[in-house]
C-alpha cells in the first residue's frame, strides 16, 4: 500500500478505553491497599487497654479466625485490583470486589467481637476511606462497563 492509499482503521471499542481509564486508578489502590496491611488500624482507648498491632501482627498473636478472614479479604482485593490494572475483568468479577470491599470497610467500622469500637488511627480512616472509593470505582466500571456493551 502506498501513503497516499487511505486504509481502513479498525473499529474503536469503547469499553477498552473505559478499562484503560479505570486501569489507571487500580494500580495505586492495590499497592496503597497492601502497605495499610503493614500499619495498625485501631489506636489505645487508654493507656491500660491492648495495643492493636497491623493485620498481620493480629492474625499471628491472636490467631483469631475473623482477623484471618479480614487479611484473606484484604488479599482478595488488592490482588482483584491488581488483576484489573492489567487486565479486562468482567463486570462480574468487578462486582465481587465491590463485595469484597464493602464487607471489609463495613467489618473496620463496625468491627466484629467489640463493644465499643477503638478509636481509629490514621491508617485505620485512610483503610477506610480506601475501601469505600474502591467499592464506588468497581460498581462504577461494573455499570459503566454494562450500559456499554448494552449500547452496542
Not at 491492648?50 to 479479604?73: K, P
Not at 462480574?92 to 463495613?106: Q, S, Y
Amino acid at each position: 500500500m502506498s501513503a497516499a492509499t487511505p486504509t481502513a482503521e479498525a473499529p474503536v471499542q469503547p469499553w477498552r478505553s473505559i478499562d484503560r481509564w479505570y486501569a489507571r486508578f487500580h494500580a495505586p489502590l492495590a499497592v496503597l491497599a497492601l502497605v495499610l496491611t503493614f500499619l495498625p488500624y485501631y489506636g489505645q482507648r487508654s493507656p491500660d487497654t491492648r495495643q492493636h498491632g497491623n493485620l498481620w501482627q493480629e492474625v499471628i498473636r491472636s490467631g483469631s479466625a475473623i482477623d484471618l478472614f479480614a487479611l484473606v479479604l484484604m488479599l482478595l482485593i488488592v490482588l482483584l485490583l491488581a488483576l484489573a490494572a492489567l487486565e479486562r475483568l468482567p463486570a462480574a468479577t468487578l462486582l465481587v470486589l465491590a463485595g469484597v470491599a464493602l464487607v471489609l470497610g463495613l467489618m473496620l467500622v463496625v468491627p466484629p467481637g467489640y463493644r465499643e469500637r477503638p478509636p481509629f488511627t490514621q491508617a485505620g480512616v485512610v483503610d477506610v476511606v480506601l475501601l469505600f472509593t474502591v467499592t464506588a470505582l468497581a460498581l462504577a466500571q461494573a455499570v459503566h462497563g454494562l450500559v456499554l456493551k448494552a449500547t452496542r
